[in-house]
Structures are given as structure tokens and as C-alpha cells.
């Protein structure tokens, strides 16, 4: 008989009764951390039940988290803390979330997509193309008329329809495509303020992204919106904390909007007037902390303002959020991974991918896990490879190098670093540069790259979808981005569609 075929697992943790002519296996195999660890895994897998319903959701979106740049950053958090191995054995907090999926990222006319119409695929159910915010793919991109008459239905307005709180989080202009599909309908990304619309969209009446998370009714405004963007939201003719000026035509200074129309609400562009902020008072929150994007997390203690982090964003959000007994539906994105990997900076991605991992953290432990789904996932991901042969330990940002500890030398006789990317602005036109005396591990490193761009792309594999709580157990195999929706419009059961 096959040897696998006739060994049985004698451990404490076993999963089924173990037969009596059952071989039994060697105490080095058993008593392995490795085969402990693992059984237990198993073992706790099968006592697992989720009930269906919940009553808040959360979703994190990691934009540009493709499998490689999890991968790195879990190395990378690991060989930061003591205790490690190597890094390698490490995980994300939400790697160890029960319920996991693979999830196709195409837009219905690109291969490989952009963070516009994957966020429109999750916020509302439907695929549609790249460059446009919740409106259907029979509009044509930057093209008012045409989209008119085409506007999907969000999962933020659905659930501000039900009654429950909601909220968008990102450390990207809150304006960004990311967090923009969410909660407006646009032909254009890139009309973030009203200076950005072209004619034709001002003959036709359509209204800049940040119009649109402003000026809704106070039954369909957001409870709370943070991230970067304050100059969509100003004045041409105003200076905001940080010297820099607004980018609204039409006169309107939406900050102030936002306090007028909305009643217990509250402004803040700082650090101090976020930690400032009186919960028990405020059921309306916009807090805008950059001109542009926020600082990545690399650079977020030497703003001049001062920023939050993600994590304390998150938090804070939560806490506002659970003043409604309905229930909510939060939106948190860190939108600078993706900047980072454009930029072919590996280690910017890291600590950004890192800090969305201490943020969905902070989410599990200020949340009921009986009452809240929470799913993270990413809209996209990047051309970023881990490669070579580098020994167990090796530093993942650094130069390879083997098992008998020496360099790696590539065919031009030069070393390579163990991330790089397919294309990118770390490309050379020529020679290769050798990278022999050069900090590869540096936050300024821009990793080298094979193909020279300006800036590098996104990437068309699958991404992950992990989740914990009610519903999650609907988050298994291959699914269409779009079923990201469904799921969250059935936990929570939001009425968009009859099941």
C-alpha cells in the first residue's frame, strides 16, 4: 500500500478518529512546530461557523496589494521584529483571517485595469471601464451626456438609504478613483474639482468629485470622510494651513459647506484637530490633511501639520460610526501603495502595505466579530517580482544572496536585488547598473526594473480577498471583482438586489 495512504496524524489536535491499524508517525515528524502548528490550523478550520447577517461591514482596500507585494511585506514586517526567523514565517494580520479568495481585477475593456472601474465593480455590483466612477460601461469616458441616465447605485447609498452610518477613508485625495467610485458617479476620474470639468460636463450639468461628496442631503451624506485633496474642496483664491492654494472655479469653499449644511459636523485639516475631535459630539466628520495625497507612512512624521495615520483614522472612524445602533458601512483605503510601486519604490510599499496590516488589526479589536464583516482585499495589482535564490533570512529589500551566504552573480556579472519590477523608472537603457556599493534597502532606492517607463503599471493577475465574520463564508475560489458587492449587499442585506 501507498506509504501516504496509510499514515494517520496521532496528535492532540487530530481532526478524526484515528483507526486501530493506523500507522503512527515519528516523534520527529509530530513534534515538529512546523506539523503542530499546522494540524491546529486545520483542526480550528473545521469548528468554524459565521452567521450571515451583519450589522457593519468594513472594507480595506489595499490599492496595488497584488500577491508579491504581500508576500514582501509580510518579510519586510518580520525581519523588523524580534523573534523572526527570517521574516518569512510571519503574517499580515488579516493573512490569518479564516476565509480567503482569488479575485479577476479586468475592466470590461482593459486586460490589465485601472482603480476606477475595479472600485466601481466593488462599490456597486457591475464591471464598467477604466477611467470612469460608478456609471456604466455604455458611457464613454469623459463624456457628461453620455453618462447620463447610466449612474449606478453604491454601496454607500444604499446603505445611507437603510439608515445605517457611513464612512470613506483613504490616505489618497479622498477624491482619488479609489474612494471617489464609492460615493459619486463621474465619466472622468480625474474631474476632481470643478476647474477639472471641460466644457462639455459644465453645458451638461455634471458636478466635480468632491461637489459630490459635499452637497449630498444630510440623509445621504457620509458620517464620516477622511484622507488628502483639500485643494479640490477650496477656493483658486484661497491659502489653505500649508500654504498651498485651492483649485475650485466656481468660488465655493466646500469645507465650509460641509459644516454649514450638515448638522454636529466638524472640519479639521491637522493632527491637532483630529485628536481633537469630541466624538460624543460630531456625527459629521471631513477631515482633508494634505494639499494632494497624504504623506506616505515613510514620511508621515515630518508633515507640517502633522497627519493621523491609517490605523488611527480607522479607529477613529469606527468610534464615530458605532453611534448609530443601525449599523454602518466603512470604506478604508491606503491609496500610496500603489503611488509607491509607480514610482518603483519597493520600500514605500512596504511600509504603506505594513501599515494597512496594523490598521486592519486596530479594526478586529475595536469590532464584534459576531456582528461585523470585515474584508480586505485590493483593487489591483503591480508588476512586482520576487526572484533569485536568496537564503532563508536574506533582507528582502537587499542584493541576493545564496545559501552559502556569497552574492549572487547575474550573467553580466553584476548582483541583483530579490524585488524588482517588469517595467518601470528603475530601468537603464544600456547597461545595467551595478549595484555592488549601493544601499538597495535605502527608502529612496528605486528598484531596477526590464522595461523602461516613465512609471510603472499595474498588473492583470488575480488578487486576494480575505475576510472574517458574518458572511464571510461566501468569500471562497476564483469570483468576478463585482461579487465583492453582493456579498456585502446580502450580509447586510441593503435591499439592492433580490436574493
Sequence with gaps: MNKIKKIAVIISCSLAPIAANAAVLPSTQTDSQWYKDSAKLVSDKTQQSTPTKAKNVILFVGDGMGVSTLTAARIFEGQQQAGNQGGEENFLSFEQFPKTALVKTYNTNQQTPDSAGTMTAMATGVKSKAGVLSVSDTSLRANCLSSKGNELITLVDLANAKGLSTGVVSTARITHATPAATYANSPERNWEADSNLPDEALANECRDIAYQLVMRDESDALTVALGGGRRNFIPQDTTDGEGKTGRRADGVDLT????????????????????????????????????????????????????????????????????????????????????????????????????????????????????????????????????????????ILGLVHGIDGNVTIAKDGKPYTTVGYTNGPGAVVGIRDDLSSVDTQDKEFKQQALVPTSSETHAGEDITLHAMGPGSDLVQGVMEQNVIYHIINQAQELGGTKY
Design 256 to 395: 465650509q459647506a460641509w459644516t454649514d449644511n450638515l448638522s454636529n459636523s466638524a472640519y479639521v485639516w491637522d493632527k491637532a484637530g483630529f485628536d481633537a475631535i469630541d466624538v460624543s459630539a460630531t456625527d459629521h466628520l471631513l477631515g482633508l490633511f494634505n494639499s494632494s495625497h497624504m504623506q506616505y507612512e515613510a514620511e508621515r512624521l515630518d508633515d507640517v501639520a502633522g497627519e493621523p495615520s491609517l490605523t488611527e483614522m480607522t479607529t477613529k472612524s469606527i468610534e464615530l460610526l458605532n453611534k448609530n445602533d443601525d449599523g454602518y458601512l466603512l470604506v478604508v483605503e491606503s491609496g500610496r501603495i500603489d503611488h509607491a510601486h509607480h514610482a518603483g519604490n519597493a520600500y514605500r510599499a512596504m511600509m504603506d502595505t505594513v501599515e494597512l496590516s496594523n490598521a486592519v488589526r486596530a479594526a478586529v479589536e475595536n469590532t464584534n466579530p459576531e456582528e461585523t464583516l470585515i474584508m480586505v482585499t485590493a483593487d489591483h495589482s503591480h508588476v512586482f517580482t520576487i526572484a533569485g535564490y536568496p537564503k532563508r533570512g536574506n533582507p
